[in-house]
């Protein structure tokens, strides 16, 4: 008679589980396990770390400093958010007093539309912050801190 092994023993299912607790000790949680059970063939692991971007909208709450031209309009910061690096759809654009611009609903946007072709130094000081959102990071903002080219010069000088 054959001995059993600890193979015979067990479902494959609770191999999977023994693996996967098994790499919980050994692998801090914060990066994810990635397994695939093939079978009778045996079972894939493979373990990443996630990399954080310093200035990621979703995961970091830092501030985005821009130097803009005070005759910037409104409408041409949010065409560069939608071209830039955010990659934003709908943008709508607040100050710290009032909104600048929302997109729906429809009574806003049409409410806030006239802002659009205004400089942006008749609707904002420098180094005022603006709040972003968009639906491209839902349940998150982006914080624009806006310096006026004039400004930052005699801020750096």
Same mark, same amino acid.
């Given at each position: 008679m054959r001995s059993a092994t600890l193979g015979h023993l067990l479902r494959s299912s609770d191999v999977? #589980?023994?693996?996967q607790? &098994?790499?919980l000790t050994t692998t801090p949680l914060l990066y994810p396990i990635a397994q695939m059970y093939a079978g009778g063939t045996g079972?894939? #692991?493979? #373990?990443?770390?996630y990399e954080k971007k310093v200035? +990621?909208?979703? +995961?970091?709450?830092t501030?985005?400093?821009? #130097?803009?031209?005070?005759?910037?309009?409104?409408?041409?910061?949010?065409? &560069?958010?939608r071209d830039g690096d955010l990659r934003l759809k709908s943008p709508s654009i607040t100050a710290a007093d009032k909104t600048l611009y929302m997109p729906k609903p429809p009574a806003l946007e049409k409410f806030t539309r006239?802002?659009?072709d205004k400089a942006l130094n008749v609707?904002?000081?420098?180094?005022?912050?603006?709040t972003v959102t968009d639906p491209m990071f839902p349940g998150t903002s982006v914080v624009l801190s806006i310096y006026f080219k004039a400004d930052a010069d005699m801020i750096e000088g």
């Open positions: 999977i #589980t023994i693996l607790y &098994s790499s079972v894939y #692991t493979h #373990t990443f770390e200035d +990621c909208p979703v +995961c970091s709450s501030v985005r400093k821009m #130097t803009v031209s005070p005759n910037m309009t409104l409408n041409e910061l949010m065409q &560069s958010l006239p802002n659009l609707l904002i000081g420098s180094g005022e912050e603006l």
